[in-house]
């Protein structure tokens, strides 16, 4: 189960703001706490739930394109989200078992580090609200330092809760996002606030070969971010 389905059609006048005044939508707070409890209350009781769907493009929950789901004898459902370890979700339910899979690795060559871990969070990003979610790579630029405030404040307090840490980096992760990142990363405009940092992953991404997306297996994490996985989400 997709968390990222029960974020709340935005309301301007009531969304969490950041001290800028911006909307802060790396908040839980945009998040419909209340049903994801009752959802994962119900069907550890065996009852069937309708997942909510939510369409980025449109940042509004539509009810009516919900999916049924009732888990049969022997199954299991993950809940997966950034907001997964919060204390109004997991905290609530000390059952679960609790995992925390993030992009942690640099890529170094000997001594250098040549790909921090956390511009492949940006490129994950990146690529994914580009392709699946409408929105440009100078709107994800602008909301990384948001994106990076809300992983001190809503996530790191919590990941040591997990049962289970896990590094989600693939050894050749770079060379595969390099055919998708750096088209869209040379797109955006020169005057860009943050061009230095554009620069910078630029200049990162020229010490790795492409791979062929094509060679990516179907089942691999990474078609999260490039598409054309075999697992169906909800």
Not at 83 to 89: E, F, G, K, Q, V
Not at 93 to 113: C, F, Q, T
Request: proline share 5%; aromatic share 10%.
């Amino acid at each position: 189960v997709a968390m990222d389905n029960y974020f709340k059609s935005l309301n301007r006048k009531t969304a969490p703001r950041t001290p800028e005044g911006d909307i802060d939508y790396e908040s839980p707070q945009c998040l419909d706490m209340k049903l994801l409890d009752q959802h994962f209350a119900a069907l550890s009781r065996g009852e069937e739930i309708i997942i909510p769907k939510f369409e980025f493009a449109r940042q509004m929950r539509n009810d009516s394109m919900g999916t049924l789901l009732k888990l049969e004898k022997n199954e299991i459902v993950i809940f997966e989200g950034i907001h997964a370890l919060n204390d109004d979700i997991a905290g609530r339910h000390p059952e679960a078992a609790k995992l925390y899979i993030s992009a942690r690795s640099n890529v170094n060559d000997g001594a250098a580090l040549r790909f921090k871990g956390t511009w492949m969070r940006l490129t994950r990003r990146a690529v994914r609200d580009y392709s699946f979610r409408g929105t440009g790579v100078a709107d994800t630029l602008e909301m990384w330092a948001n994106v990076r405030r809300g992983e001190k404040l809503y996530i790191s307090p919590y990941k040591n809760r997990a049962d289970i840490i896990f590094d989600s980096s693939l050894p050749y992760e770079v060379s595969v996002m390099k055919n998708f990142a750096l088209p869209l990363l040379q797109a955006v405009p020169e005057e860009n606030a943050r061009r230095g940092e554009l620069l910078e992953l630029i200049e990162a991404f020229q010490w790795f070969e492409p791979i062929d997306p094509e060679l990516v297996p179907v089942d691999s994490l990474l078609r999260e971010f490039i598409g054309g996985g075999s697992y169906k989400y909800h």
